[in-house]
Each structure stands twice: as C-alpha cells, then as structure tokens.
C-alpha cells in the first residue's frame, strides 16, 4: 500500500521560507521520481518540482531559483524547500508518485501574506 504523508505547511509572510516533508512508505524512493503538485480552488493541480530516481530535478518556470526539492532514501522522505515565498504561491501543495496510478498525499495548505 503506498502512502504518502505530508507535513510542513503554514502562513508565512512574503519572503519568508518554508520546507515541506513528503514521507512515503516502503522504499518506494529507492525506485520512483516524486513529483510536488499545487492547486488553488477553481484551477487545475499544477506541477512544480519533480525529482528523478537518479536525482535530477526540474521546476516550473514559476517557482525557479526559489524552491528546492530533494530526497532523502534513507529516511524515505521528499522535500521541498520554498524561500522567497509570494503571495502568488498560496496553494494546497500535495506529494506525488505515479506506480501504475497517481498516488497522492492528503495535502498541504501553504499560505503566504503581503
């Protein structure tokens, strides 16, 4: 069974950091890229990080140069660093992994002020 549990969400005002934590279960890092996701209400789940089983990563032109994802195996957890945050970024962020299906984590309210 794959589970995904997030963490690490909050109001933060603009510029300042965040870290969310993806932890997963089983070694399923060991063997899959894990993707972040954002979506605010009315729009579609929007892709921002992924993160390669080899470790390469990629970012949406959005949030480039400010977030940061990366893994930890042996502790079986994802992260996603935010700094430089806007107001821009509010969103409910969710942990991705695609193993046959998309699995999803229960998702994480991220709240930046002006």
């Known amino acids: 069974q794959v589970q995904l549990v997030e963490s690490g969400g909050g109001l933060v005002q603009a510029g300042g950091s965040l870290r969310l934590s993806c932890a997963t279960s089983?070694?399923?890092?060991?063997?899959?890229?894990m993707n972040w996701y954002r979506q605010t209400p009315g729009k579609q789940r929007e892709l921002v990080a992924t993160?390669?089983?080899?470790?390469?990563?990629n970012y949406a032109d959005s949030v480039k140069g400010r977030f940061t994802i990366s893994r930890d195996n042996a502790n079986n957890t994802v992260y996603l660093q935010m700094n430089s945050l806007k107001p821009e970024d509010t969103a409910v962020y969710y942990c991705?992994?695609?193993?046959?299906?998309?699995?999803w984590g229960q998702g994480m309210q991220v709240t930046v002020s002006s």
């Open positions: 991705n992994v695609y193993i046959t299906r998309n699995y």
């Open positions: 089983g070694s399923i890092l060991n063997f899959y890229g």
């Open positions: 993160i390669s089983r080899g470790g390469s990563t």
